[in-house]
């Protein structure tokens, strides 16, 4: 299982090339031959890169849904909305296409950030407000989240 480490600060140029940091591109190494998938969040205006194999893995799940119920087919037309593969060129960059940068408000300042298996990238003023906003809320959120401790066998706190 992919475990990526991490949080960057990142340049975009006009054409929407960004620099992986050597860091996190050695974490990629292991799966960056295959390429990757990216989109838009769902929960927030940020993009989201998946390694080939976890999207893979995510697509499964989601061709499991039952295509005839309405819902679903909505869920997936959005879900899938905007979804480009994309490599890492032999400089260690990634092109996000036009679209998706303006769909995250991207302009030259990023934060590339691991979320376990995937990465999120996100324009800077974004990512360190939706950091602030959660701040007040965090300990809340993780008690609720992971507060059952008694439930996990190897007790994380």
Same mark, same amino acid.
């Given at each position: 299982?992919?475990?990526?480490? &991490? ?5 975009? /140029?006009?054409? +929407? !090339?960004?620099? =992986? *940091?050597? %860091? #996190? ?56 909305? &905007? ?5 890492? /060129?032999?400089? +260690? !960059?990634?092109? =996000? *296409?036009? %679209? #998706? ?57």
């Amino acid at each position: 299982m992919l475990n990526l480490i &991490g949080t960057y600060n990142c340049k975009a /140029d006009t054409k +929407g !090339r960004v620099m =992986i *940091p050597s %860091d #996190l591109k050695k974490q990629l190494a292991p799966v960056a031959a295959s390429g990757f998938v990216i989109k838009r969040a769902v929960f927030q205006s940020c993009l989201e890169l998946y390694p080939m194999e976890e999207w893979q893995k995510l697509m499964q799940k989601v061709s499991a849904l039952n295509r005839f119920s309405r819902k679903n087919n909505d869920f997936i037309r959005r879900f899938t909305a &905007g979804v480009r593969t994309v490599e890492m /060129d032999a400089a +260690g !960059r990634l092109n =996000i *296409p036009r %679209d #998706l940068m303006a769909f995250a408000g991207i302009e030259k300042e990023i934060v590339v950030s691991s979320a376990i298996n995937i990465v999120e990238i996100w324009d800077k003023e974004k990512y360190e407000k939706a950091i602030d906003d959660a701040a007040d809320d965090f300990a809340d959120l993780a008690e609720e989240v992971m507060g059952g401790a008694n439930e996990i066998e190897d007790g994380i706190s």
